[in-house]
């Protein structure tokens, strides 16, 4: 089969397309996936550049999103049949999806959502076990209350943008103005530009010096330590992102504010709730732009630039 091979850790130059041995099934329970689409998360690249060098031997497969077609199932994997149609997130640490064929369990299988293309459902499945578990699971945010979600036009933004919506929160979000009516068009009530403006003195604004219940940060850097200066009293702050540095956390002492550490490592339950939300319409993935697998440097440089001429919105996919 065709597979994106990483020998040696580096810029997207290191992504070399080979053909490797297709996997068999080993394990009565296990299920052989022939992948129509993946996509392009942070932590391919977090990968590729050799950030989790410790947790693996080279040579490796990345990729953490599989919308396919069950292929083959072992003679004890009873759910599944050859050409149900799933989408799932590879378990972290193990074999990843940028290739023709994925070997999983059958119970990290999902049913993917009758309405969605394979590019479509392969933009959702780690974002989506990743949102459910920030707003429902850890912020348990509740209908009325306000959240501000940084980085709205990421992957994981525009899709927690729908989700807090759906729930029936008040969203604020940041993103570049060129983005501010597409972040609208998602449901986002109030736009910030980053780029442009102190996020804490417009919500300090907008919110009257109250500040808002939840903080999702996909951003990171200072954010842990100044974020609490737009929360409320016993608000809640959900980080996805590692924190590199010491932070001060008195701003969050001040505001008895509560954190929650996000690590996603398979998301199967969390994302029957997005399946839900996908199929009843109040929610779309969002796409910044297809590749073929063939192209995965292209989208990694992508999703890597800096200075973009054309603002990220969304999730780069790759088709297989
Ligand atoms: N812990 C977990 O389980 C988990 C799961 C999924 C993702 N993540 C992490 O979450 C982060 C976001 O993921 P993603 O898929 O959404 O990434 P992404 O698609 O690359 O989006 C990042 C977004 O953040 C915005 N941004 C960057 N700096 C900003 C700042 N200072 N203030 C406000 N917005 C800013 C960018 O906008 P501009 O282009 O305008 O700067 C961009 O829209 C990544 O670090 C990823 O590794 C963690």
Redesign the pocket.
């Known amino acids: 089969m065709k597979a994106i091979l990483i020998n040696n850790y580096g810029g997207p130059d290191v992504l070399q397309l080979k053909e490797v041995d297709t996997p068999y099934i080993t394990d009565p329970y296990q299920v052989l996936v022939k992948v129509r689409a993946t996509s392009v ?3 391919d690249y ?1 990968v590729r550049r050799g950030d989790y060098a410790s947790l693996f031997d080279l040579p490796i497969i990345t990729g953490h999103d599989v919308a396919g077609e069950v292929f083959e199932v072992g003679e004890k994997a009873k759910k599944w049949r050859p050409g149900d149609k799933v989408y799932y997130s590879p378990r972290f640490g193990g074999v990843g999806s940028y290739a023709e064929y994925h070997l999983t369990d059958e119970t990290s299988l999902s049913r993917m959502p009758a309405n969605l293309s394979f590019e479509e459902a392969a933009a959702v499945p ?2 989506g076990g ?1 949102v459910w578990e920030m707003l429902a699971t850890r912020a348990n945010l509740k209908k009325g209350e306000t959240i501000l979600i ?8 525009t899709l927690a943008i729908q989700i807090a919506k759906s729930l029936g929160a008040f969203v604020y979000t ?3 103005s060129i983005l501010h009516e597409k972040l609208q068009d998602l449901g986002a009530d109030v736009v910030i530009d ?2 442009e403006k102190n ?1 804490i003195e417009e919500i300090q604004a907008h919110t009257k010096g109250k500040g808002v219940d939840v903080i999702i940060d ?4 200072s954010t842990l330590s100044d974020s609490p200066l737009a929360l409320a009293n016993y608000g809640r702050i959900v980080t ?2 590692d924190i590199s540095q010491p932070q001060n956390l008195i701003h969050a002492w001040e505001k008895n504010a509560t954190y929650h550490f ?3 490592r398979q998301s199967r339950d969390e994302l029957h709730h997005i399946t839900e939300l996908i199929e009843t319409g109040q929610v779309k993935p969002v796409i910044d732009g297809i590749y073929p697998l063939e192209d995965v440097k292209k989208a990694h440089q992508r ?1 890597e630039e800096v200075k ?1 001429e054309r ?5 780069i996919v790759l088709s297989v």
């Open positions: 998360n942070p932590l977090q780690l974002i990743t940084l980085g709205g036009a990421g992957g994981v933004g940041t993103g570049q980053h780029h996020i996909t951003v990171g850097g996805l992102v996000v690590f996603t999703i973009r603002p990220l919105f969304g999730k």
